[in-house]
């Protein structure tokens, strides 16, 4: 039995109401846990990109690529290795401002690369963006604060290697014909 | 002069004519040259029945009995015509309906086409009467599915689902049209869809692929060729006689890909799978070379992967690349449409001969013949069994008739002792394995080939779960041959529970109305055969008749189909009868 690898996969699919449950169908029909998913237009007008974070067989989720591939409005689907990767998260913390007055705060901030984005009179809010490991250290630092609300969204990446997703749309369509 | 009058109509429409919504479906399925529609009104796709009595005279309407038997007759119009089949169905239950069907479309790569009527749009998501979310339920069973919310769209989006459901590897499409969207007047204009950019239905053929399975098929000494539907859909049974017949390949067919070569062709080794043929089961783990083509490796066919040509170079011929290393791994992968790539690998392939290597399977064969085939087409006991009953078929259809099976013993009695002669004569729910498929297909598969005799071979489960579609039988007046197996059991079921259950038969016994009776409540045919003396007569009548015919046979209750493959075991641990103490699991 192999080991589960941490994957993260990107489909690049036309924009239509529904696709991201075709898309989700795919995993859970194969007992797939979903770590993260993120949704936005790519650089090609039209084209949404959906970057998929799993921790499952290489071998299951080559064969869940090419399923993803076969929906009609699935252009590419690709999965990496965390190394073919660029990638960056963001996380908020919202944290009492009794916190941040004590002084206790600054020293944290400014380690972990961290900004204040807002200020109130009871709390304050904390952005980090980084990798999952990154925000994940700044969490264990800020958790005696308390941490009064945490969010953080699923991974954005892109692939080292040169991807055009022009290159994968079907040229051969001939212009439409009107019947009779 | 009707006829200019039409004409002139029809040219108006092309350039953008206003018309209903509901009217714009119709003229595109005349436009697709749809000859019938399978279906059932309600009120939510009553604006495109009332347009229909306009469209009588062109577009045949059969109503069945229920919207599931839309779906398998539509499936059997599509597998013996080639063509789409097209159903309509309401909104709420009536989409429901559907799904088993389209479900059983997906997985035998069937297209269909099925307009479900909805809510109108502005009640969508308020649990109003008869609504469902058809799309969502759909989903994961359709090749395309679309909610069509205004009539505007109605032209484009019917294009897409009849390019869709018959391009590439083939599936139904569903597409949902709101009550408003078939009111409402669009601006007729209708393109044919020929692509888009996000589907590419046919890869393009590799041809360092093609020249690398040809090399393997030329150092084979011992090649088997499997061959599964994506030869009938790509209608490569020619290109594929001649390739076998070239290389001297020993072939046997998936149950999909059945009635694809004459049944008596030297070459045709009988079927793949549980219950198929002894000899490509057995040699399976024996041969050099599997060459597979437009077939998916189900896992009735393969058995235990771990122990499933382990030995062998595996040639891989499909449309579909997902399908490619997703059960097997293929040492030659080549995607492509079966027609188009057998065309290219049919120069490069060697003549050759495999005298000795085709010498097994006629051994195979032979041992078969003694052990199964013999004891089933003429059993020694008083009792009459499912294989008897085919012997006297095809002694009288000559091989020429249309097979449709349902699902059980009886399909699997059926699909190893019909004779084909003509390609597109099988029909039978392989991949779903649908339990009342058979009925209503067989009324899809006589419309789609109308010269030809359809019987519908079915056991007496399978058919009590469509058994109303008779009512369709008898108001279309669609002339179908059904025999149904009587063994007043669920045979399948009941053989697996004497095999691996400990006989304990569980819910397996049936008590079953007079099937006769029954027939003739619906003023079709109908007889009962009890005893060996009158059953060659009996079949004679009904393959003669002109009109449907039921013929009720009763069979032994509990009879075995052998050979058989234990589920978990490997295709050459297949076993040719019941063993003494055989150890249950």
Request: charged fraction near 20%; proline fraction near 4%; hydrophobic fraction near 40%.
């Amino acid at each position: 039995m192999s080991l589960n690898k941490s994957l993260t996969i990107s489909v690049f699919s036309e924009s239509r109401a529904g696709i991201l449950h075709k898309i989700t169908t795919a995993f859970s029909r194969r007992k797939i846990n979903i770590i993260s998913l993120t949704v936005s237009e790519c650089e090609v007008e039209g084209v949404f990109r959906y970057t998929i974070e799993v921790e499952e067989q290489e071998d299951s989720i080559r064969k869940l690529v090419l399923q993803l591939e076969k929906q009609v409005e699935v252009i590419k689907a690709f999965y990496h290795y965390e190394n073919e990767l660029v990638s960056q998260e963001i996380a908020l913390f919202k944290i009492p401002i009794s916190a941040i007055a004590a002084g206790k705060a600054e020293k944290i901030l400014r380690e972990h690369n961290a900004r204040v984005l807002t200020l109130e009179a009871d709390y304050a809010v904390i952005e980090k963006t980084g990798y999952r490991r990154e925000i994940m250290a700044l969490y264990q630092e800020l958790e005696s604060m308390p941490i009064l609300e945490y969010a953080s969204s699923g991974k954005v990446a892109i692939s080292k290697p040169e991807t055009d997703i022009r290159s994968y749309f079907n040229k051969s369509v001939p212009q439409h014909a009107v019947i009779s | 002069m009707g006829q200019l009058i039409q004409e002139e109509q029809s040219q108006l429409i092309d350039t953008g004519i206003k018309m209903s919504g509901a009217r714009a479906v119709l003229e595109i399925l005349l436009r697709e040259e749809v000859e019938y529609i399978f279906g059932y009104p309600g009120g939510a796709i009553m604006p495109i029945y009332d347009e229909l009595m306009d469209y009588q005279d062109r577009l045949k309407h059969i109503l069945t009995r229920h919207e599931q038997g839309a779906t398998h007759a539509a499936q059997g119009y599509a597998r013996t015509s080639g063509k789409v089949g097209v159903c309509f169905a309401t909104s709420g239950p009536g989409a429901t309906n559907l799904i088993t069907g389209i479900a059983d479309a997906q997985i035998d790569s069937t297209p269909l086409v099925c307009i479900t009527g909805q809510v109108s749009a502005h009640l969508l998501g308020t649990d109003a009467f008869q609504e469902t979310n058809i799309i969502g339920i759909s989903m994961p069973v359709t090749k395309w599915n679309y909610q069509v919310t205004s009539a505007d769209e109605i032209p484009e989006v019917l294009a897409k689902a009849f390019y869709i459901a018959q391009s590439g590897r083939p599936g139904p499409v569903l597409i949902d049209i709101t009550k408003n969207a078939q009111f409402d007047t669009c601006n007729f204009q209708y393109k044919k869809c020929l692509g888009f950019r996000s589907y590419i239905p046919v890869p393009s053929i590799n041809d360092l692929q093609v020249k690398q399975a040809a090399e393997a098929i030329n150092r084979s000494k011992k090649p088997l060729l499997l061959l599964g539907q994506g030869v009938l859909l790509a209608n490569a049974e020619s290109e594929l006689k001649h390739l076998i017949e070239k290389a001297d390949i020993p072939t046997a067919w998936t149950i999909l890909g059945l009635s694809g070569l004459e049944s008596d062709h030297p070459l045709n080794m009988g079927m793949l799978g549980m219950h198929g043929n002894y000899g490509p089961n057995l040699l399976t783990n024996e041969c050099d070379l599997l060459i597979a083509v437009g077939m998916r490796f189900d896992d009735r066919v393969t058995g235990n992967l771990d122990h499933y040509a382990k030995q062998a170079e595996v040639v891989h011929i499909e449309i579909d690349p997902a399908e490619i290393n997703k059960n097997v791994h293929a040492d030659y992968p080549v995607l492509g449409d079966a027609k188009a790539v057998l065309e290219k690998l049919i120069p490069l392939v060697d003549q050759n001969d495999h005298n000795d290597w085709k010498e097994r399977f006629k051994r195979c064969r032979q041992e078969e013949q003694k052990k199964v085939i013999e004891k089933a087409m003429n059993p020694t006991s008083d009792q009459l069994s499912m294989g008897e009953v085919m012997k006297w078929i095809n002694q009288y259809s000559g091989g020429e008739a249309i097979v449709v099976t349902d699902v059980g013993q009886h399909q699997m009695v059926a699909c190893r002792y019909a004779q084909f002669r003509q390609s597109k004569s099988s029909i039978t729910s392989g991949g779903l394995g649908t339990m009342g498929f058979c009925l209503p297909a067989a009324i899809g598969a006589k419309l789609g080939s109308p010269d030809q005799e359809v019987v519908a071979i079915i056991g007496d489960g399978g058919v009590q779960m469509t058994i109303q579609e008779l009512g369709t039988i008898m108001q279309c007046e669609i002339p179908i041959k059904v025999v149904i197996l009587n063994n007043e059991f669920l045979g399948m079921v009941r053989q697996w529970q004497e095999l691996f259950f400990d006989k304990r038969y569980s819910a397996t016994e049936m008590m079953n109305p007079d099937f006769v009776k029954l027939a003739q409540a619906y003023n079709i045919q109908s007889e009962r055969v009890l005893e060996r003396d009158t059953l060659d007569a009996a079949v004679h009548r009904l393959m003669s008749s002109k009109e449907s015919y039921v013929l009720e046979v009763m069979v032994a209750k509990e009879n075995n189909v052998f050979p058989m493959v234990p589920t978990g075991a490997s295709v050459s641990d297949i076993i040719l009868e019941k063993p003494n103490n055989y150890e249950s699991k």
